[in-house]
């Protein structure tokens, strides 16, 4: 595998032809748009040339989330590197009955199983209006009832639809609910296990058992590792919408969370959330007024490349950025690269975890997925 970084005076032609690739290969596998232009800075991943073999692969089960309404083309380019898709996402009411995506997941659900890879059904505690509403979690966590409702609506939209399992996506758990949610994640798998259908959870990125905080304080690493089949750690957003400028999942963070995570679950039920996404913030940056716009990997090239932006490399988060102006306005972009996800793929291998989880998969970005087949042995289910 090669990754090779752009340098003032580089075009396609050139570099294609130090590495004895045709050119169309690197335009095709890095999405360079025509003129095909290039940033200072840009990294782009090297297709291997087939003679060159490849080391070892260990296998991966690789899965994203994904709205109803993600075109057919993204799709279609996605499903080929999944083992599951999660469909993001049913709420539910006090009572436990289900409230379907705003969006109809028949079609997304229908491709997928034709494209041999499993739709995961994602419960979140959405409300009737679409919010998130962590009382609906303290309500079904304490409601035997509500569980048992909730659990039978979601096996029968499972033989309706043909959902092949569950992701429990359940932020801002209250402290007081800690137990009790570790408790119905393990009821969940138990109902469901009985059907065939495995359970998952997205568990948010603690680094510490005592860690404070509403977002960390209700999710027990060892209580959740246990009740459920598979987890993920949500390793992501420490740079965010409201947030400073800074990496999105900067891996010197990332590791701590993975750390404390292998000390409390057993590493081959772990899944590495990685993000397909990026920020740009106009500055200065004020506290509570600021607000980052979210872009993909690849328009945040673009904007450097049209802004005549150098792209620099954050050597201790492991993340590419830059800064440019527009309308008088100073901006700066982070996002992720095929150098900022060989380092998360890095950490995966060293730490023996057997999973990558993307939020989310509304773009495609072709490097991460071609990295990872170098890398790896995508699981791939039979009869999915």
Known sequence: MAIYVVR????VDRIAAAYGIDVQELIWANQISYPYRLAVGQALYIPRMPENGGGEKRPLYSFGYAYPYITDDTLAATLPYLTDLYVFSYGFTAEGELLPPAADDTRVVQRTLAGGVRPILVLTPLDAGGHFNNHLVTTVVKSRSTQARLAGEILVLMQQRGYQGLDIDFEYVEAADREGYAEFVSRMRQTLNLYGYPVTVALAPKTSAGQTGLL?????YRLLGAAADRVMLMTYEWGYTYGPP???APINMVRRVVEYAVSEIPPEKISLGIPNYGYDWPLPYERGKTRAESISNLEAVQRAIDHGSEIFFDETGQSP???????????????EDVKSIQAKFALIREFGLTGAGYWQLMNFFRTNWLLMEELFSIRRLANP
């Not at 960390?216 to 027990?220: C, K, L, P």
């Not at 800064?323 to 100073?330: F, V």
């Open 8 to 11: 003032t005076g580089d075009n």
């Open 321 to 335: 950025y830059f800064r440019y102006w527009q309308y008088g306005i100073r901006h700066e972009v982070w996002f």
């Open 246 to 248: 800074m990496a999105v």
């Open 216 to 220: 960390y304080e209700g999710i027990d």
